[in-house]
């Protein structure tokens, strides 16, 4: 069973930059594309991006500027790096597992994590 | 502002059939066959019930089916449980710059 576990601080102050990481275990993270999807509260569903585990990665334009995402296939992770937040990024970040392809269904996903913009 | 048109709300009592829409464009649901539909439930992450717009996951329980027409892909529960009442997302693929689009949530209340 494929589990995945979003890590990372819950709060960050405005202007700094937004750090999480994926850890994926009971499966190859060598076979997927793997996502970011955020939640803001009370809100729907919106895709921050993708990565491939050769590091081919896609983001949303909305976000392109301020967003890196990376792999580490020998910890079996991925990560998120969102910069210059503002409160407008306070969500809660789930990683996802691409079921086929790049866009063809999250099958698996992490218990999400919340992340605050304050001072 | 959602890429793809879902209802706010949609209701049924025990045991009837309800059907979500989710409206696109030719640029994702209608162009492609790549629509998925997730249940989320207060609290908890999303959940994949169908993908490739009528394909159920292992687990997933066959009162829950998919279908599209046009540009307008729709979920149908049907048998009507307790336990079905939650928020419902679509999501697609898309040929426009974001790559993946999700609708705006439609939570549904069982009577």
């Known amino acids: 069973q494929v589990q995945l576990q979003e890590s990372g601080p819950g709060l960050v102050k405005p202007s700094e930059t937004l750090s999480l990481t994926c850890s994926v275990s009971?499966?190859?993270?060598?076979?997927?594309?793997w996502s970011w999807i955020r939640q803001p509260p009370g809100k729907g569903l919106e895709w921050i991006g993708f990565?491939?585990?050769?590091?081919?990665?896609d983001c949303n334009p909305s976000l392109k500027s301020r967003v890196t995402i990376s792999i580490d296939t020998s910890k079996s992770q991925f990560s998120l790096r969102l910069s210059s937040v503002t409160a407008a990024d306070t969500a809660v970040y789930y990683c996802?597992?691409?079921?086929?392809?790049?866009?063809?269904?999250?099958?698996?996903w992490g218990q999400g994590t919340l992340v605050t913009v304050s001072s | 502002q959602s890429a793809l048109t879902q209802p706010a709300s949609v209701s049924g009592s025990p045991g009837q059939s309800i059907t979500i829409s989710c409206t696109g464009s030719?640029?994702?649901?209608?162009?492609?066959?790549?629509v998925s539909w997730y249940q989320q439930h207060p609290g908890k992450a999303p959940k994949l019930m169908i993908y490739d717009v009528s394909n159920r996951p292992s687990g997933v329980s066959n009162r829950f089916s998919g279908s599209k027409s046009g540009n307008t892909a729709s979920l149908t529960i049907s048998g009507l449980q307790a336990e079905d009442e939650a928020d419902y997302y679509c999501s697609s693929y898309t040929t426009t710059s974001t790559h993946v689009v999700f609708g705006g949530g439609t939570k549904l209340t069982v009577l």
């Open positions: 996802a597992r691409v079921r086929y392809g790049s866009a063809r269904g999250f099958d698996y």
């Open positions: 990565i491939y585990y050769s590091g081919s990665t």
């Open positions: 030719s640029s994702d649901v209608g162009g492609y066959n790549y």
């Open positions: 009971g499966g190859s993270i060598s076979s997927h594309y």
